[in-house]
C-alpha cells in the first residue's frame, strides 16, 4: 500500500471543495450540492480508490449534519470510516469518531457524543492533529454546555483557545473554530453571569464569523449576540453607536444566515432562543409562535433533547 493509496488525490480534492466550499458560501443550492457530490462518488466508487471514496462520504456527511439530516449524516460518517480504516489512514479515522461524535451531540446522545470526541482527541494527540484535537475539544466544551455544566465547558473551551495557536497557520479553518470558542464562552459567562464578558466573546464571535465568509457560523454568531442583548438590555459602551439593542434584529439575523445555507438544526436552536427572548420581553403570543416552530422542526429532525427544551419553554409561558 502506498501513501498516495492512504489519502485522496489531489484531483478529488479539489472537486470537493469546490462544491463544498461554493454550497457554504449560499453560490450553491443544497440540492444541487448534494447532487454533484453524489455524482462524484458513483465516479468513486467505480475507480476501487477507498481514500477517494472515504473524502467524498466524509463531506456528504459534513453536508447532510448541517442541513439538520442526522441520520443520513451518520451513515455517510461510518461508510467513511470504515474506508479510512481499510486503507490505514488513522488520520481520517480520527475525523470520523470527532464528527461521529458530534452527529450523537446534535441528536442529544450526550454519553455517547462525549466518549467518542474525547476518543478523537487522544487520538489527535497522539498523531499530532493540533486542528482536530481543537475541534474535538471546543465540541466537547459544546456537549458539556448543553449539559448546564459550565465549569466544565469553560475548561474545555478555554483549552481549545490555548491549542488553537498551535496550528493558526491553517487558516481554513481557523475564524469558523474561533468564532465557536468564543460562541461557547459567551454562553457560559451569560450564565455565570458576567455580561459584559459574555457581550466581548459574542462580538468577536462574529468578528471571526465574518471573516470565516460562512453563513451558518453568522448565524449561530447573530443568535449569540441576541441571547447576551436580551440579557444585558442594551449595548454596553463604546459599542452603543455600532450595534443595535434590539434583541430581535440579531435573531432575525441569524435566521436569515441560517436560512440561507438550510442548516436547519441551527435554525431551530435560534427559533427556540428567539422565543424565549420574546417571553422574557412579555411578548407571549409571539413567543409561542417562535417555540412552537422550534419543537416541530427538532422534533422533525429527530433531535429530541432540543424538543424537551422547547416544549418546556412553552410550558414554562403557560404557567406564566
Sequence with gaps: MTNVDLQPTPELEDACQNI?????????????????????AQQVQLSGHYANQARVEHLLGNMQGRRGNLNPSLTHFERARNLFYQVGNWNGVAMMDHNIGETYRHKGDYVRARQLLHKAYESADKLGLYDLKTMAIVNEGQVLLSMERYDQAYAALNEAFQLYGKWMADTRHRPGVLSEIHYGLAIVELHRPDLISAWSHARKALEEAQESGEQLYMGIAYRCLGDVITALETVPEPDADAFSSDP????????LNLRGVRAEAEHARTLLAYGKSLASQGRQLLAERQLQQSLLLFTRLDMMADAARAAKAQAEIGRS
Design 20 to 40: 463544498y466550499r461554493h454550497w457554504l458560501t449560499g453560490d450553491l443550492s443544497f440540492r444541487d450540492a448534494i447532487d454533484q457530490m453524489s455524482k462524484l
Design 248 to 255: 430581535i434584529f440579531y435573531y432575525q439575523e441569524s435566521i
